[in-house]
């Protein structure tokens, strides 16, 4: 059965992957807000659904069918925060939140207009891909703010909307997406960096959620 929990997982799954590469079980846990032994048994449940498949010590993976599920969510989720922040003028670190209620209970039919009314995007308010209606989606920026060299330039392609607080902080900085960035030096703990000329120090647990499209050297 298709429950509104199925579909939290699958999506979480899917998002901590493309930040990770592996998804953990702890990990996942920590995101859903929910203690390991419950992970640990939905995780179960959906391996025998077969939306997901889970080797231990290797991490959770999802099937095709999973991915379909996530997609389809995520799609709606992110058309949603674009509408809030275009239309309504929600704050980008508050728009996932109200998306979080919506993303379940869309119409198909709704989900049409607000594709329609917003001019059929393709990024949401954080820089992320929207899926399409026949479940593609285009290819994600791999790079990290922490992974740029000292001197490399970059433009942020997107902002993980997982932590509100960080995207305060991020906006505070004006580090949003399409602002073009450079790494002036990375130490223990944070990494420098200049846009617009001034100069931030953005901790590492805030650049490792933001992802970059690397420029080349002039």
Sequence with gaps: MQTQAVEDYLKTIYEIQREHGKVATTVLAERLDVAPASATGMIKKLAEMNLVAHEPYQGVRLTESGRKIALEVIRHHRLVELYLAESLGVPWDQVHDEAEKWEHILSEDLEERI??????????????????????????????????????????????DHDADMLRILGGLDLYPATEVILISSQIGSVTVRTGGNEYQVPEEIAAYVFVRPMEPA
């Design 115 to 160: 594709d329609k009314a917003l001019g059929y995007p393709t990024l949401d308010p954080h820089g992320a891909p929207i899926p399409s209606r026949d479940g593609t989606i285009a290819l994600a920026a791999q790079d990290r703010l922490i992974d740029l060299r000292p001197g490399q330039a970059a433009v942020i392609a997107e902002v993980s």
